[in-house]
């Protein structure tokens, strides 16, 4: 039979065993305490970031509305420059023609002065 003292001795040991265990259990506890705050951190920082990128998807949205109707305007200008372009063109072609024309008939004119002079009826 064992004695006491043994019976006590192993009492004590399965009671120090069962106090590092605990202290082993409440470590793991504190550290599992820790990640669930970092993780609860984390997941608000997820959700700050994601209404973050909401509303610069947002603002990027407004944006290329903004610069299409620029687009849309910079396109009516730019047809409205080619037209004013041709019309200019068509103008300045149309002054050479006239120039070309006067120059014709001045020296039309020129041409029967001096014939009328010749025949001395000027």
Known sequence: MMSEERILELLAETLQRMDRRDAEIQSIWKRLELLDQK????????????ERIDRQQDEINMLIAQMLKHQERLDRHGEAFGNLRERTEAIHQSSLEQQKAYQAIT???????????AKGIL
């Open 39 to 50: 993780t609860d951190r984390t997941i608000e920082l997820i959700e700050q970031q994601g």
């Open 107 to 117: 020296e039309l004119v020129m041409y029967h002065n001096r014939a009328l002079a």
